[in-house]
């Protein structure tokens, strides 16, 4: 895909892809209140939150997956809405999740067409293109900085961060504008999680706007031009890189108004010389850069 697709939306500094005051409810349950961010081309989006600050719920509704309940997802600056992920796929929106759909048996070439594989022939003679797949896989695959030696070995010989970049380069294949990955460092080791935080550099030189789902603001800060803090289903707020430093982006993670409450509750039921107490304290005082 070229960068000037890529850009389509973007000529006149319009994002990709921008939501605008998202809700989600189920039922009396908010999991989503206000939410606003943009995903311009070429810029990579991160959306930060612990366990439970609904990154999910924002993912399946950028994904199609579900439904807003209010607000606007606006593409090229236009309205839009997604009634499925496949309706989200067809605007150029790409999801890679957690857990890869893959089958760890086949190829790497084969996972890679997995359902859009590659044909020749007419009626009863047609049958697939398997020298034109491998070719393809491979040039993908390179031109992502992938350096694999073989495109026929079964996927599942590939390290966590490896399969990732095959995803990612699928994705970037068949079409994405806009990449949305869910969590890709989260089970990965220091070495592995470098090695996807690259591909994801290698994503928006090529063009993409990419949402980087995390907890961790030590992988999104060097890779991220824009983030996003979701907290119990509410924004911290939308900044971008060149207004928050990564202690600031740390601190407010961490929630340093609630570790300093609890601080103060456990002084006064467990003394101010506690070893916990000292050790919160320590924790506070890093957070906040003193």
């Known amino acids: 895909m ?10 006149n500094g319009i994002p990709i892809l921008e939501v605008r005051k998202v809700g989600k409810s189920y039922g009396v349950i908010r999991s989503l209140q206000s939410i606003s961010t943009s995903v311009m081309a070429g810029q990579v989006t991160c959306v930060l939150g612990d366990n439970g600050a609904g990154k999910s719920t924002f993912i399946k509704i950028l994904a199609g997956a579900h439904s807003p309940s209010e607000g606007e997802i606006l593409l090229d600056g236009k309205p839009v809405t997604f009634s499925s992920p496949r309706v989200a796929l067809d605007h150029g929106i790409a999801t890679v999740f ?58 599942g010989t590939l390290s966590g961060g490896e399969r990732q ?99 103060q509750e456990l002084e006064s039921t467990m003394g101010s010389n506690s070893p916990l107490v000292r050790e919160i304290e320590s924790e506070v005082s890093v957070d906040s850069g003193n």
């Open 2 to 11: 070229s960068s000037d697709m890529a850009t389509t939306g973007t000529a």
């Open 98 to 155: 957690q857990d890869l759909a893959v089958v760890p048996l086949m190829p790497v070439w084969r996972n890679f067409f997995l359902g859009s594989e590659l044909t020749k022939g007419r009626g009863p003679f047609r049958r697939l293109d398997l020298k034109r797949m491998k070719k393809i896989t491979y040039t993908e695959l390179s031109n992502m900085g992938i350096d694999l030696r073989d495109v026929d070995q079964p996927i």
């Open 165 to 263: 970049c095959v995803a990612i380069a699928r994705a970037v294949y068949f079409g994405a504008r806009v990449l949305i990955l869910d969590e890709p460092t989260a089970a990965l080791g220091v070495k592995q999680s470098g090695v996807v935080l690259r591909y994801i550099t290698r994503a928006r030189e090529r063009g993409l706007g990419v949402v980087f789902i995390t907890h961790n603001p030590h992988h999104a800060y060097p890779v991220g031009d824009r983030f996003l803090l979701l907290n119990r289903g509410e924004s911290l707020g939308d900044f971008s890189k060149t207004d928050i430093t990564l202690d600031e982006l740390t601190s407010l993670m961490a929630g340093g108004s609630e570790l300093d409450e609890l601080v």
